[in-house]
């Protein structure tokens, strides 16, 4: 096995250009067959060649590193995405870098500033980036990026989300079947789409049934301690159920109210959102609609793909999860 062969002689090997087996390496859909990418791909196994990414970047002129920005990286939401996109960067030939925006749009134009000058090729990042300060930096310095959780289907950004408005119906529509009248609601913060949506399904459902949701309602931030604080605001409303914006939140409701010797779901039953894999850990385990992490995960960098490649200019770039 010869670990120091160049691509020169790769493609010497192969009777192919450089160019040939440069455009293989780097994953460009051209310029070669299929019985070509086959051999060449069999040398390269054969040989144990790794391209070298320093000599690739100043070819291409790419760093081959694309940057995740989330907001509390101790929230298993993230991780689990931040899966389905290495999933994909790999597959493709990028590093991922892990970056921890702190959640707020501020922190978060610190950290694409920072993320810029590492030389990342492209970004991901939450929806809480969407400022208007945020978005005309990343237009004006041209970087490639991804908004999750936008749910802006026909916005001009690359953005993929699920349905939280009917998310939220299915939960509220299930509570109620389940005989519950007074369901209560944790929300995330309120500047997010993400939460907009959420609580508008909740409402649609309790107003289609004639339920009131006055008292009933208690703005979250997406944490445990979140959720212990705001189920505390509901004590003494008479609520049978409450619905958590997050599982996190969920587990955090769930937590205070056994501390208090309130029995759950006996007494009162709580849901959460996204199916995180610490909910199946419970006891009993968490009631909860399940988001695609991994799938949004590799969604999204299917998405930077595309829009590092430009290969759908003006053309719908949403992307809906369901």
């Known amino acids: 096995m010869n670990k120091g062969m160049t691509i020169k002689q790769i493609a010497e090997a192969a009777g192919v250009s450089i160019g040939t087996v440069s455009r293989i390496i780097n994953n460009q859909s051209f310029g070669y067959s299929q019985e070509t990418y086959k051999r060449v791909q069999d040398i390269i196994k054969e040989t144990g060649y790794t391209p070298n990414r320093v000599a690739r970047s100043m070819v291409t002129k790419q760093s081959y ?123 995330g ?33 997406f944490t445990q301690k979140g959720g212990k604080r705001a189920v505390k605001e509901l004590e003494g409303k008479g609520a049978t159920a409450v619905f958590a914006f997050n599982d996190l939140m969920a587990i955090g409701a769930c937590a205070y109210l056994q501390e208090q010797g309130v029995k759950v779901p006996e007494d009162v039953s709580i849901v959460g959102f996204d199916d995180i894999s610490l909910a199946s850990f419970m006891f009993p385990p968490l009631t909860t609609m399940h988001q695609p992490l991994f799938e949004m995960g590799q969604g999204a960098m299917e998405l930077l793909l595309q829009a590092m490649e430009n290969r759908t200019p003006g053309e719908p770039r949403g992307r809906s999860m369901n």
């Open 65 to 187: 590193t694309i940057g995740y920005l989330v907001d509390d990286i101790s929230n298993p939401f993230f991780p689990e995405i931040a899966k389905g996109i290495s999933n994909i960067a790999t597959e493709k030939g990028f590093n991922l870098l892990l970056c921890e925006g702190g959640g707020d749009a501020k922190t978060a134009e610190k950290h694409l500033k920072t993320l810029y000058e590492s030389g990342v090729d492209g970004v991901i990042t939450g929806s809480y980036i969407l400022s208007e300060v945020n978005i005309d930096y990343l237009l004006k310095i041209q970087l490639p990026f991804v908004i999750l959780d936008a749910n802006m289907t026909d916005s001009c950004f690359y953005n993929i989300s699920v349905d939280n408005y009917n998310g939220a119906r299915t939960i509220i529509n299930y509570l109620i079947s389940k005989g519950h009248r007074k369901i209560a609601c944790i929300t």
């Open 189 to 221: 913060p309120m500047e997010l789409e993400s939460s907009k949506n959420r609580l508008n399904g909740y409402k649609a459902v309790m107003a289609e049934n004639g339920l009131d949701w006055n008292g009933l309602i208690v703005e979250g931030d």
